[in-house]
């Protein structure tokens, strides 16, 4: 489904039956299929809508409502908390009054593997320490404020550590998404004159 925000596509699942729940299905689906894989939303319906030629009919599927995913459950409270729930808005194009609680799951309001490590680039901006493996593995406000706060404490103890960035250049982002990343390495290869001097270079 395209993102109601425009950030790219997300998979939404449309299920039938009434003795499992959205939990029981993403647990199932967990155990078995890679991260990028779990679908963003589930979906119940009485019936698999299909055509008169007997294909499923993707236009009577039901419009996917991400905000259905929101817990309602506590505020942010501290700076990084209040700061991570600003970048998870950004980063997902949520609505500015969207009220997002400190117990909303990134990947169920519609994150996925890029946008994980854009939030990621976004909030060592801000001065709060994750990784994307941090964002797979603890998904909401509050988990994520916990780490970065121990992040911190451990960095101040331990004296500051350099941190550099990179936009996401597009060989790694076409390949984000598949089995197995979880390093990559990027170079560039200029083309110079003959005549190049290091003072040049420099220059």
């Given at each position: 489904?395209?993102?109601?925000?425009?950030?790219?596509?997300?998979l939404?699942?449309?299920?039938?039956?009434t003795?499992?729940?959205d939990?029981?299905?993403?647990?199932?689906?967990?155990?078995?299929?890679?991260?990028y894989?779990?679908?963003?939303?589930?979906?119940p319906?009485?019936?698999?809508?299909?055509?008169?030629?007997?294909?499923?009919?993707?236009?009577?599927?039901?419009?996917?409502?991400?905000?259905?995913?929101?817990?309602?459950g506590?505020?942010?409270?501290?700076?990084?908390?209040?700061?991570?729930?600003?970048?998870?808005?950004?980063?997902?194009?949520?609505?500015t009054?969207?009220?997002?609680?400190?117990d909303?799951?990134?990947?169920?309001?519609?994150?996925?593997?890029?946008?994980?490590?854009?939030?990621?680039?976004?909030?060592?901006?801000?001065?709060?320490?994750?990784?994307?493996?941090?964002?797979?593995?603890?998904?909401t406000?509050?988990?994520?404020?916990?780490?970065?706060?121990t992040?911190?404490q451990t960095?101040?103890?331990?004296?500051?550590?350099a941190?550099?960035?990179?936009?996401?250049?597009?060989?790694?982002?076409?390949?984000?998404?598949?089995?197995?990343?979880?390093h990559f390495?990027?170079?560039?290869?200029?083309?110079?004159?003959?005549?190049?001097?290091?003072?040049?270079?420099?220059?």
């Open positions: 489904a395209d993102h109601p925000g425009g950030n790219d596509k997300y939404a699942a449309y299920y039938v039956g003795d499992v729940t939990d029981e299905l993403r647990e199932h689906l967990t155990a078995r299929v890679p991260d894989m779990i679908p963003t939303v589930f979906i319906i009485t019936t698999v809508p299909v055509t008169p030629n007997g294909k499923l009919d993707r236009r009577a599927l039901p419009t996917p409502d991400l905000t259905a995913a929101l817990t309602g506590h505020t942010p409270s501290t700076v990084t908390e209040t700061t991570l729930a600003t970048v998870f808005s950004d980063i997902l194009h949520l609505p009054d969207t009220p997002l609680s400190i909303d799951d990134f990947f169920r309001l519609g994150g996925d593997s890029i946008s994980s490590i854009q939030v990621v680039t976004r909030a060592r901006r801000a001065g709060i320490t994750i990784t994307a493996a941090d964002i797979f593995t603890h998904r406000i509050s988990a994520l404020a916990r780490i970065a706060d992040h911190t960095h101040t103890e331990t004296g500051p550590t941190v550099t960035t990179s936009p996401l250049q597009p060989i790694a982002a076409r390949y984000v998404d598949r089995p197995g990343f979880d390495t990027q170079s560039f290869v200029f083309t110079t004159p003959p005549d190049l001097t290091t003072d040049t270079l420099h220059r």
